[in-house]
């Protein structure tokens, strides 16, 4: 079955980069958009941004335009998500999840464990 | 953007109570609205899209209503694994954007 694997939890200072990958298997890694959403502590969920993985095209959410950037490696069926200039509000559980629309269907599903990302001095 | 409303923020009830969590979108989205909850620390789970499909697998006391601008999601009979954390999507438009949150508490 669809499952998404996201790498470990990351703390970074505050000015600093930090990557968070999201490695997919069971399905066809190309045909499926695949979203991030975060999630400050105590706080709710946060639509991030969007990639295609087949081309690549992608839509941020206006407030991280310029500072997030999402790649994807078809070879290896896995996105990654750079956030630069990251600020102590960047601190969240970071989320990536397939938009699944066939069929009918139309719904985030899997979801990535989630990679808690710590911004702290 | 589009402005998802959400409400109420939390609210308690009793396991057999039936619950109802409506959402407001400030322009018509169609139907294109999905529910999710959450249980602190893991991941979001889908139970409704397009605003009142049910995905196989997903229970039918959870029902989803609504077009245009107003949805509402009811739980009919809640049971102690629905104690969570309900938020509604929106992706007629990008950006997608979520709801403020529905706390199902245990009363």
């Known amino acids: 079955q669809a499952q998404l694997v996201q790498s470990g939890a990351e703390v970074r200072e505050p000015g600093a980069s930090v990557t968070i990958s999201c490695k997919a298997s069971?399905?066809?890694?190309?045909?499926?958009?695949m979203h991030w959403v975060r999630q400050a502590p105590g706080q709710g969920l946060e639509w991030m941004g969007k990639i295609n993985p087949h081309g690549g095209s992608t839509r941020y959410a206006q407030k991280f335009q310029g500072r997030i950037n999402l790649i994807r490696d078809s070879s290896s069926s896995t996105v990654y998500m750079e956030i630069r200039s990251l600020r102590s509000d960047d601190t969240a559980l970071y989320f990536c999840?397939?938009?699944?629309?066939?069929?009918?269907?139309?719904?985030?599903?899997?979801w990535g464990q989630g990679t808690l990302v710590t911004v702290s001095s | 953007d589009i402005q998802m409303t959400q409400s109420p923020s939390s609210l308690s009830a009793s396991v057999g109570d039936t619950v109802s969590i409506t959402c407001r979108a400030n322009q018509g989205i169609r139907n294109d609205l999905g529910w999710y909850h959450q249980k602190p620390g893991k991941a979001p789970k889908r139970l409704i899209y397009?605003?009142?499909s049910l995905p196989s697998g997903v229970p039918s006391r959870f029902s989803g209503s609504g077009s245009g601008t107003e949805f509402t999601l009811t739980i009919s009979g809640l049971q102690p694994e629905d104690f969570a954390t309900y938020y509604c999507l929106q992706y007629n438009t990008y950006p997608y954007t979520f709801g403020q949150g529905t706390r199902v508490e245990i009363k």
């Open positions: 397009d605003a009142s």
């Open positions: 999840a397939r938009f699944y629309n066939w069929r009918g269907a139309n719904w985030l599903d899997p």
């Open positions: 069971g399905y066809t890694f190309n045909s499926y958009f």
